[in-house]
């Protein structure tokens, strides 16, 4: 049997080397569906994010839900800078900034594994 990482490519990859995929599960990347994942998780990890970059910033779960009119993490930060934070100093380098808080708020909650 015809065998690959991705659901995506294996039916590709085995016709060209003329094996047939039985389909035994298909996945969908349903985040926010299943689960509120945005109010009790992204929420609050952008929360410890804040914390850990020694900002005073608080997403609130009502002000959170505006915050959600805007998709993806760094245009979420940057639309509540320019909506609800005006007091902020903005460093010079405003996208590096949240590029960086953005890889903070992306580990939280990870599980390092060393040795693979």
């Known amino acids: 049997m015809c065998e690959s990482g991705s659901l995506r490519y294996?039916?590709?990859?085995?016709?060209?080397?003329?094996?047939?995929?039985?389909?035994e599960a298909l996945i969908f990347d349903v985040d926010g569906t299943l689960a509120d994942t945005e109010r009790d998780g992204h929420r609050v990890a952008f929360n410890q994010a804040f914390t850990g970059a020694g900002l005073d910033w608080d997403w609130t779960v009502e002000l959170y839900e505006k915050l959600l009119a805007v998709t993806g993490g760094k245009e979420?930060?940057?639309?509540?800078?320019?909506?609800?934070?005006?007091?902020?100093q903005r460093p010079a380098d405003l996208d590096d900034f949240i590029a960086g808080l953005h890889k903070m708020w992306s580990c939280q909650g990870c599980v390092t594994q060393t040795g693979r």
Do not use: P, Q, T
């Open 10 to 23: 294996a039916s590709r990859f085995c016709e060209n080397i003329g094996e047939k995929v039985k389909l």
């Open 76 to 88: 979420r930060m940057r639309y509540y800078l320019d909506e609800f934070n005006h007091d902020f």
